[in-house]
């Protein structure tokens, strides 16, 4: 198939200006730091390279699923391809007027979590600490999540570790942050482990097969909150 454009594996910005921020730009960027050609790309998608080159113009209409394939082939959120980075640039987004940081109570804290959600667990594993995303269910006042036998996020009973999770508002220049010390506890019994498995947010969020339940039993916990006057 002879292609028109560009060098496959090259900057391709569709709009003349190299340094544009364009989906076409974030795809070729993308493509570079992974190695890839368009026809790699477009292998990957599942389509053909003229209509790889088609969408990342991104006029007029789209098909989004197409987009979705296309995310999965760059191995990056799909938001990110459409918009842009997440993380506003430096200098992007001042700070607040007059900030305000301050400490939130225990139950302050708990009411901040709900009742699951997306944090991060940190365990003293080898040389250094490591610290992993997780899908997370509040029960009682424990922290819930899953893992496979054997992961990493896998901790033994009685282990030390440590449950952050946040909220940032960057419009509102507001956010909060919840921060556990606790120690982990297998949980085996079987009834616990359906009635967890129905609750609203208790599907691994990655995938997979992850069959061991650990409760986060709070030792501490702590949180604070920064807002605007």
Partial sequence: MHDDGPRPGGPDTHSGSPHEDTVATRCAVRREQLGLTREDVA??????????????????DFDPAAVIRLAAALDMPYDELVGGPR???????????SPLLAHLTEDECWQRLGTHGIGRIGLASGPAPVILPVNFLVDGRTIIYRTGTGDTAAA????????EADHIDEHLSRGWSVLINGTAERITDPGTVESLATRPGAEPWAGGKRNLWIRVRPGQV????????
């Fill in 43 to 60: 292998r990957r998608a599942g389509m053909s390279v003229p209509y790889l080159s088609q969408l990342e113009t991104f006029g007029g």
């Fill in 222 to 229: 702590t949180g604070r909150t920064i807002r605007t006057r």
């Fill in 87 to 97: 993380e506003a640039a430096p200098g992007r987004q001042p700070a607040g007027a």
């Fill in 156 to 163: 033994g009973d009685g282990e030390q570790l440590v449950f």
